[in-house]
């Protein structure tokens, strides 16, 4: 009884103090350096770049739009996306469209009054 308490004992003590990493460890990336993917924030001249979560924004992000709209989260914010047809991407009410689901994009433009003025727009 004695034997298998401290065994518990052992076993517990060793796995709190054990830092937990994600991954296999065999990579020699530092992954405190690597950027992480998606646009984060905006930058004082409004241009983005990357990744970003598209949908409609009035069925998946809860805008205040009466209608379906296609709005880009970036970071906590949402911006509509004004010259660029949500249904010409993929029909927006399917299975697998934006008033459905949240679809990873890359997108290029730029951000003016809180709303995406898009160079391009495609979806991952």
Excluded: W
């Excluded at 296609?70 to 010259?83: E, P, R, S």
Aim: glycine content about 8%; aromatic content about 8%.
């Amino acid at each position: 009884m004695i034997r298998k308490f401290s065994f518990l004992i052992f076993v517990l003590t060793f796995s709190l103090h054990q830092p937990l990493e994600a991954g296999c460890g065999s990579c020699a990336a530092d992954k405190r350096a690597v950027k992480g993917a998606f646009i984060k924030e905006i930058p004082s001249n409004g241009m983005v770049s990357g990744k970003a979560l598209a949908s409609c924004g009035m069925c998946n992000f809860d805008t205040s739009d009466r209608n379906c709209s296609l709005a880009l989260k970036i970071g906590h914010d949402i911006y509509q996306v004004k010259n660029v047809d949500m249904d010409a991407q993929v029909d927006s009410h399917a299975k697998d469209g934006f008033c459905n689901v949240v679809r990873v994009v890359n997108v290029k433009g730029r951000i003016r009054n809180d709303k995406l003025y898009a160079n391009s727009f495609s979806i991952q």
